[in-house]
DNA sequence: TATTGTTATACTCTATAACTATA
DNA sequence: TATAGTTATAGAGTATAACAATA
């Protein structure tokens, strides 16, 4: 196979000079995408403890699901000694509280403060935006479709498949070219 | 599983308590994604100085991309200085060397040696096996899917975006149900 | 004994600033 | 003067290991 030759194997390639760019590269992509939505992000919950860390963990701790710090830590892929450190910042911010789960003492459980609860919800909406401002050289369809096979990624990635069936995920962007709603549920 | 069920903006959500999880966030999910990547991208690459960044520098020169330290920091989103001390440790392992641009002799050209580009050879095969891990879980019209919309993304968010025109590559994703093989070329 | 969470320490990575050389 | 690259220093972020509480 040739190298620097036009065309690699996932097809694309070349600006005016022949040659693939590295923004061609899938790996290389991810990490210019993901560093351009952190890059926003990170502008749109700067005043909050933690970052866009913190504002996951509000998150989860809204949504219920945020049964032990081990697992939460887990899920963001960072260290359980980190999580302690964001968690006390957080709650000196009166953003989440921290109770021992009654069936085993040695779990803490992360509930939102009314405070918290409040706090995430003002911040979504600037968040949803700066996701909006990445996504929109996507035009409509495209972009629920990446949103979509993203979702498929990170489940699969993060051991919680059960949720979301990739067949029926792929079968449903297949099947409909342009009517589009958001991608309904999935199962 | 339940059936009709909380839903957020962007549709998904729930597992078995009807709640959406942190997975089906965009924002979270890019995350999950990235760092999974990047996990398995690291063990493919352990042994070049560098590691995943020192792949891509490599990459780029064996591209004839590599044209200045300053752009490729800039693409890689890393600083100046960090930069050099990359080159640095590519140099010292013979991988790359840096050559004055006769037209401007501040930037430093960055040329790939004969190993070097022998080494990335070899290197690309297993990263693209860790691509393609990731990714396995998507069927195949759906992962060339995912490729292509996130080479737009990439393109757009390092300000490339000359090459890939974004209707196009979504107009042939529309249009094609299943009857495709990897999406070709962009323009 | 194994696991969750905490704390203290040490280390790695990164940015900042000051310098050289080219333009 | 402004920019590309280098170097030295300081700081932020992170991991490591040891500890306490619970199972």
Known sequence: M???????????????TGRPQLEDDFGFAIGVVFRAYAKVVEAAVADLPGGPRGYF?????????????RSLAERLGIDRTIMTYLLDDLERAGLVERKPDPSDRRNRHILPTELGTQRWQELSGPVGLAEQQ?????????????????????????????VTDPCQVVSELDASPKSRRPPRRTA
């Open 57 to 69: 963990v509000l998150m989860a701790a809204v949504q219920g699901h945020a049964n032990s710090q």
């Open 134 to 162: 990445l996504l929109e050289v996507l035009p409509e369809p495209a972009r629920a479709t990446f949103r979509a096979l993203l979702r498929t990624l990170a489940h699969h990635a993060n051991g919680r498949d059960a």
């Open 2 to 16: 040739s190298l620097v030759t036009p065309q690699r194997s996932d097809g694309t390639a070349d600006p005016e």
